[in-house]
């Protein structure tokens, strides 16, 4: 098994690709701490998968997140899943929407690799092994321009940079650290969008429209990525902001 012995916090786990990840880790052998705001979607997910232990946390909450990791054993990989995604231009995004986006999608993945990184860096030393973090960024307006994506995009280019900087910082250490950059993936989210459209038929319609492959993606084409990034297996890539978008930023 591809993560067998790591220890392996995600954010965001409640649901969506989250939810996915959590378990692909679990079947990887790895010792999953599945965290995400909602107590229920945490009981759901801890139904469907044995030896996955869960903690209700929001990840604009610093206190929580401090208290968190001065609880848990040293993780040896971090996923860092959470995100919201704002729909709208600068135009439509308000000083208090701004801040929501930025809170939630740049300083929560902040906080989390502040608050773990002593930790996974000092059990490095320690034992010698490795240790790797992923950020969740987006192909949508980091990597590939699109319209109605204004703050989400800015968020999440702004986790690239983060992702680079941690990279540089701690490669000597032998710490890892990587974006993950989907396309448009069916999740609970993207239904919502999709609901919440003028016209959700043809909203649906145009998101499969700028796929090259003719189709959403579904969780489990994002998570052989995600569980490859975590592993031993991509021990010599840091720093890469790494597609899985079913061609559409060719
Ligand atoms: P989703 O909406 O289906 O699930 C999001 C989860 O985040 C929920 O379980 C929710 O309870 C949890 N959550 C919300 N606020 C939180 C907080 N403050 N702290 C902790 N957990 C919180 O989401 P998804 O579509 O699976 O997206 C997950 C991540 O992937 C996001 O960062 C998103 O930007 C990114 N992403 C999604 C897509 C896509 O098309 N779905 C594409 C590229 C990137």
Redesign the pocket.
Known sequence: MRLQGKSILI??A?????RASALACVREGAQVIA????AT?LESLASEAQGLATRV????DGAAVAALAATLPALDGLFN?????HDGSILDCDEAAWDFSVD??VK?AYRMARAFLPGMLEKMARTGGSGSVVN?A???SSVKGFPRRFVYGTT?AAVIGMTKAIAADFARQGLRCNALC????D????RQRIASAADPIQAQKDFIARQPMGRLATVDDITPQLVYLLSDESRFVTGQAILVDGGVSI
């Open positions: 954010t965001a409640g649901q969506g690709i989250g965290t995400d705001i909602d979607l946390l929001d990840v604009r899943c959470a995100g919201h995604v939630l999608n929560g969740m987006s192909m949508a999440k989907p396309g448009t993936v999740t609970p989210s993207l």
